[in-house]
């Protein structure tokens, strides 16, 4: 994501607090996404299973929940189990 912002973000400041920053440009971002020709540096997508016996996923978060500097993973299931997980990353993509 940070790659994306800062390839394909626009720089905004606002005047009245001074502050600026960066806005997605999610036309941009997702031709940088889907590529045709993806970059060396594109952000690339696999499937993998984290967790079996899981029920249901209400939704799915990602942030680095443990500031160790990789991101983990948070989602809750339905019943029977109406569990929240935390899927820590071992900083080489596998949760646990
Ligand atoms: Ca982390
Ligand atoms: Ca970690």
């Known amino acids: 994501m940070m790659v994306i ?15 600026s920053y960066r ?13 045709a020709t993806p970059p060396s540096n594109a952000i690339q ?20 929940i443990d500031e160790d500097g990789d991101v983990d ?5 339905y019943t029977p189990h109406n569990i929240l997980y935390l899927f820590e990353n071992d900083s080489t993509g596998k949760f646990r």
Do not use: C, P, W
């Open 45 to 64: 997508f696999s499937e993998h299973l984290i967790a079996k016996d899981y029920a249901y996923a209400y939704g799915i978060a990602a942030a680095d």
């Open 5 to 19: 912002m800062q390839k394909n973000g626009v720089a905004v400041k606002d005047d009245s607090t001074g502050i």
């Open 73 to 77: 993973l948070t989602s809750a299931d």
């Open 23 to 35: 806005r997605l440009d999610l036309a941009a971002a997702l031709a940088h996404v889907f590529a």
